[in-house]
């Protein structure tokens, strides 16, 4: 069963970036599309962004078109989501997620644990 891991959350000044990382592990990423949400403190799990395999597709909630590009390297098993432009609305848990039936932005399957993101003003 893949397993996914994030990486690179962190506390970062309103404005700035950062490139948040999600490594599988357990098997590869063939077929999966791939993609991230994230909670705010009160708030329920939203989409943000997703990509598919095979033609490397994207798609974003509106809250994140212009400023997040999300990427992979399949050969690498790993997905990428850059954040420019941060505000404090942006501070929620990241998480990575997976899927292989059409659910990447509604219920995906495969759930990484989270990573933090603070965005201060």
């Known amino acids: 069963q893949v397993q996914l891991v994030e990486s690179g959350g962190g506390l970062v000044q309103a404005g700035g970036s950062l490139r948040l990382s999600c490594a599988a592990s357990?098997?590869?990423?063939?077929?999966?599309?791939m993609g991230w949400f994230r909670q705010a403190p009160g708030k329920e799990r939203e989409f943000v962004a997703a990509i598919s395999w095979s033609r490397g597709a994207t798609y974003y909630a509106d809250s994140a078109k212009g400023r997040f590009t999300i990427s992979r390297v399949n050969a690498k098993n790993t997905v990428y989501l850059q954040m420019n432009s941060l505000t404090p609305a942006d501070t929620a848990v990241y998480y990575c997620v997976g899927d292989r039936n059409g659910r990447i932005n509604t219920t995906p399957a495969y759930w990484g644990q989270g990573t933090q993101v603070t965005v201060s003003s």
């Open positions: 357990g098997g590869t990423l063939d077929n999966y599309a």
